[in-house]
Antibody
Framework: EVQLLESGGGLVQPGGSLRLSCAAS????????VRWVRQAPGKGLEWVSS????????YYSDSVKGRFTISRDNSKNTVYLQMNSLRAEDAAVYYC????????????WGRGTLVIVSS | QSVLTQPPSVSGAPGQRVTISCTGS?????????VNWYQQLPATPPKLLIY???NRPSGVPDRFSGSKSGTSASLAITGLQAEDEADYYC??????????FGGGTKLTVL
């Protein structure tokens, strides 16, 4: 069974940092792109970042470019999202999701980790 | 403001058919990129419902179907059931913004 488990969320002050982790199991992790998608309270889905299967290619939305860094450790089946210079508008549930391999579809999602940015 | 535009809400009675539209532009759907749809039940992560415009992952009932034409796509749900009440999101790829989502549509079963 494919499972994705996010961790690392919490309360942080504006300007602070957090590192989210996404631990995967149940599939050949090193063969798949992984993406982070966030959802602010009561709002829709917003793509944040993607990383290729090998980790050699990374992509970011304009809203986080220069502040967030995605990485992965295929030996640990884990993807990370380092979030720096956090702003109030970064507050959201952060989901990691496995790419289906077809048309950028996401076929498995974690349950998410909540990030609160407040002083 | 989402790159893909969806109606905020739709509703229908049990057994009826409803459709949810997703309008894009020449840099995403109109550029030939395909559309995926997700269902999000309250307090749960999204679930892939339709991929590649009109394909269902294993386990998704055939009451759900998708289509795409020009710069738009649609999700149709037939034989509406109470458990279909959820938020629905379309998603595609954009030459400018990589992965893009619609703003979401809340489906109410009357």
């Amino acid at each position: 069974e494919v499972q994705l488990l996010e961790s690392g969320g919490g309360l942080v002050q504006p300007g602070g940092s957090l590192r989210l982790s996404c631990a995967a199991s149940g599939f050949t992790f090193s063969n798949y792109v992984v993406r982070w998608v966030r959802q602010a309270p009561g709002k829709g889905l917003e793509w944040v970042s993607s990383i290729s299967d090998s980790g050699s290619a990374t992509y970011y939305s304009d809203s986080v470019k220069g502040r967030f860094t995605i990485s992965r450790d295929n030996s640990k089946n884990t993807v990370y999202l380092q979030m720096n210079s956090l702003r109030a508008e970064d507050a959201a549930v952060y989901y990691c999701a496995k790419d289906y391999g077809i048309d950028w579809a996401l076929d498995h999602w974690g349950r998410g980790t909540l990030v609160i940015v407040s002083s | 403001q989402s790159v893909l535009t969806q109606p905020p809400s739709v509703s229908g009675a049990p057994g009826q058919r409803v459709t949810i539209s997703c309008t894009g532009s020449s840099s995403n759907i109109g550029a030939g990129y395909d559309v995926n749809w997700y269902q999000q039940l309250p307090a749960t992560p999204p679930k892939l419902l339709i991929y590649d415009n009109n394909n269902r992952p294993s386990g998704v009932p055939d009451r759900f179907s998708g289509s795409k034409s020009g710069t738009s796509a649609s999700l149709a749900i037939t034989g509406l059931q109470a458990e279909d009440e959820a938020d629905y999101y379309c998603q595609s790829h954009d030459t400018l913004s990589a992965v893009v989502f619609g703003g979401g549509t809340k489906l109410t079963v009357l």
